[in-house]
């Protein structure tokens, strides 16, 4: 009995965690999109840190996007911090964009005004 209860504990406790952690379901891993674009929020929070952007399209109309980073623990560890964006501030970004269409995609790496590269942790 107390084997089919600790399996059943530790068949609830992984169904959140492949929801969570699918990232390659989610983005596409093939394609890698580049923008110019300006940083309109920065969330330095669990379980990932969120990077928000404005960046004109191909037809010169700005799209909102949200793109998804490591957590912040692991992006310290590239020396990001709390403070390393700030609304406003304009940077070009690489991400994987999403398998969907979405304005969402996965943090590469981006390049800061003064030409600073700060990578994905």
Same mark, same amino acid.
Not at 51 to 65: F, P, T
Not at 102 to 121: N, P, Q, W, Y
């Given at each position: 009995?107390? *084997?089919?209860?600790?399996?059943?504990? /530790?068949? =609830?406790?992984?169904?959140?965690?492949?929801?969570?952690? @699918? +990232?390659?379901?989610?983005?596409?891993?093939?394609?890698? /999109? !580049? =923008?110019?674009? !300006?940083?309109?929020?920065?969330? &330095? !929070?669990?379980?990932?840190?969120?990077?928000?952007?404005?960046?004109?399209?191909?037809? @010169?109309? /700005?799209?909102? &996007?949200?793109?998804?980073?490591?957590?912040?623990?692991? $992006?310290?560890?590239?020396? &990001?911090?709390?403070?390393? =964006?700030?609304? +406003?501030?304009?940077?070009?970004? !690489?991400?994987?964009?999403?398998?969907? +269409? @979405?304005?969402?995609?996965?943090?590469?790496?981006?390049?800061? *005004?003064? @030409?600073?590269? $700060?990578?994905?942790?």
């Amino acid at each position: 009995m107390k *084997a089919k209860v600790l399996a059943l504990g /530790v068949l =609830l406790m992984a169904v959140p965690l492949f929801a969570h952690h @699918g +990232g390659a379901s989610l983005y596409d891993m093939s394609k890698e /999109v !580049t =923008l110019d674009a !300006t940083v309109t929020e920065y969330q &330095w !929070t669990n379980p990932h840190v969120e990077i928000g952007l404005d960046a004109k399209d191909n037809k @010169g109309k /700005v799209r909102h &996007w949200i793109i998804e980073a490591n957590s912040p623990p692991v $992006m310290a560890n590239k020396g &990001w911090n709390r403070k390393s =964006l700030q609304p +406003g501030e304009v940077i070009k970004i !690489t991400f994987n964009p999403s398998q969907r +269409g @979405g304005s969402v995609g996965r943090f590469i790496k981006l390049v800061k *005004a003064d @030409g600073k590269e $700060m990578l994905r942790g």
